[in-house]
């Protein structure tokens, strides 16, 4: 009998992961994360924050994302 499941078909991006449940999230955000995160701040004319945690900063990006209508 063949296994007719096959993960490939069905990709999955960790990038759609929620935050909250990786298992690196609580560690500092990364260079690109601040980066990124601060030339979005300055768009908003909101302030950055250099101690979020790679998680919290991935929530900060999307908002700000949002408000500025830059990425998705």
Do not use: C, V
């Not at 950055?48 to 500025?68: M, P, V």
């Amino acid at each position: 009998m063949t296994d007719t499941h096959n993960p490939k078909r069905e990709p999955f991006s960790n990038a759609e992961k929620d935050p909250d449940d990786w298992t690196t999230g609580d560690e500092p955000m990364t260079g690109a994360q601040a980066s990124y995160l601060k030339t979005l701040s300055e768009e908003a004319g909101e302030p950055f924050d250099e101690s979020l945690t790679k998680g919290d900063a991935s929530k900060r990006i999307d908002a700000l994302q949002e408000k500025t209508g830059r990425g998705k």
